[in-house]
């Protein structure tokens, strides 16, 4: 109900969605330095879309952070030529975040 609320003020749209990016104005931080934005992400999606997708809801929450993150950065999904290439460029950040916590890696820490 949050995700939709959000969706209707800030975005005009009257359906329920998974992620939301919100970029920051540098001016609203002053003289610190701005964070990018904030990522809403909706816990009801995430398990959601987890079954649908037969993985875990970690891995879908971190899905929906990396592309409400990618959003922050500009890209954009609107169109098919920018949506399949945030999509790849998706793949690769879950794919170093994977290698980041894999058994391997952490053993070595």
């Known amino acids: 109900a949050k995700m939709l609320a959000l969706n209707q003020q800030f975005l005009g749209r009257g359906h ?6 919100f970029n ?4 609203d931080f002053g003289e610190m330095e ?13 398990v959601l879309q987890a079954k649908q997708e037969g993985h875990s809801a970690l891995k879908e929450a971190l899905t929906l952070v990396a592309h409400g993150a990618l959003h922050l950065l500009g890209h954009d999904d609107h169109a098919p030529g920018p949506k399949k290439r945030m999509f790849a460029l998706q793949d690769r950040v ?6 980041g916590t894999s058994k391997k890696n952490v053993a070595r820490k």
């Open 16 to 21: 329920d969605t998974d992620v939301i990016a």
């Open 24 to 27: 920051h104005e540098p001016s």
């Open 94 to 99: 879950l794919a170093a975040l994977d290698a």
């Open 34 to 46: 701005s964070p990018l934005g904030d990522v809403y992400v909706s816990a009801h999606m995430v």
